[in-house]
């Protein structure tokens, strides 16, 4: 099994890019039901920021319910535009060295409060192994994701980049951990990759 030195990682997972939207306070023990309900009654009474605010209330409270997933996985060649707006890459074939950039949108990730504004604490882990189970390289916490904003972030997304050097070529599974550190939950993904010496297009996209 090849060291993780020899498979000289170069993890630039380092991007967590956020935008802004309404966010409010709710609690965790906020029924979203009956807020959406409230907003509706607020709505036929005419008070639309009001509705507004309790329809965002709505929402945070199905998302502190949600665990920690992934609604987009994708490889991509470039950076993206923003928030969903991203070029799949064609194929996942890379020649030896080339850097791997993987776009991830997760939902259910916690925010605790913190000095004037909102928080996030993120760490990442992977493992580089064969088909079969056979473990090539790895590595835990390789990246933390912080971000800090006034208020909680509706569309977040990572692009998380691998460069793997050392690696025979062949096909590979790519697992990433993502670990929440204020929800203490966890979700994993995999990512099918192909090592080639000519990084020639593959057909088997994961």
Same mark, same amino acid.
């Given at each position: 099994?090849?060291?993780?030195?020899?498979? @000289?990682?170069?993890? %630039?997972?380092? @991007?967590? =890019?956020?935008?802004?939207?309404?966010?409010?306070?709710?609690?965790?023990?906020?029924?979203?039901?009956?807020?959406?309900?409230?907003?509706?009654?607020?709505?036929?009474?005419?008070?639309?920021?009001?509705?507004?605010?309790? @329809?965002?209330? +709505?929402?945070? %409270?199905?998302?502190?319910?949600?665990?920690?997933?992934?609604?987009?996985?994708?490889? !991509?060649?470039? %950076?993206?535009?923003? /928030?969903?707006?991203?070029?799949?890459?064609?194929?996942?074939? /890379?020649? &030896?060295?080339?850097? !791997?950039?993987? /776009?991830?949108? &997760?939902?259910?990730?916690?925010?605790?409060?913190?000095?004037?504004?909102?928080?996030?604490?993120?760490? @990442?882990?992977? =493992?580089?192994?064969?088909?079969?189970?056979? =473990?090539?390289?790895?590595?835990?916490?390789?990246?933390?994701?912080?971000?800090?904003?006034?208020?909680?972030?509706?569309?977040?997304?990572?692009? !998380?980049? /691998?460069?793997?050097?050392?690696?025979?070529?062949?096909?590979?599974?790519?697992?990433?951990?993502?670990?929440?550190? =204020?929800?203490?939950?966890?979700?994993?993904?995999?990512?099918? !990759?192909?090592?080639?010496?000519?990084?020639? +297009?593959?057909?088997?996209?994961?």
């Amino acid at each position: 099994m090849l060291q993780p030195r020899s498979a @000289a990682l170069s993890l %630039a997972a380092l @991007a967590l =890019i956020w935008a802004e939207t309404g966010a409010t306070g709710a609690e965790a023990s906020a029924d979203p039901v009956e807020l959406m309900d409230r907003a509706v009654e607020m709505l036929d009474r005419g008070e639309t920021l009001e509705a507004l605010q309790v @329809a965002d209330d +709505a929402f945070f %409270a199905v998302w502190q319910r949600l665990p920690l997933a992934f609604r987009r996985i994708e490889l !991509i060649d470039t %950076a993206p535009e923003g /928030y969903d707006r991203v070029a799949p890459r064609e194929d996942n074939a /890379y020649a &030896p060295g080339q850097e !791997i950039s993987i /776009y991830v949108d &997760p939902v259910g990730f916690g925010w605790r409060q913190g000095g004037d504004g909102w928080e996030t604490d993120l760490t @990442a882990d992977f =493992i580089l192994s064969t088909p079969e189970g056979r =473990i090539i390289a790895g590595q835990k916490d390789f990246g933390e994701f912080r971000i800090r904003s006034p208020q909680r972030a509706r569309e977040s997304f990572l692009v !998380i980049n /691998y460069r793997f050097t050392g690696v025979p070529a062949g096909d590979y599974i790519l697992t990433t951990t993502v670990h929440d550190r =204020i929800d203490e939950e966890e979700a994993a993904f995999e990512t099918a !990759i192909e090592i080639r010496p000519d990084g020639a +297009a593959s057909t088997a996209v994961r």
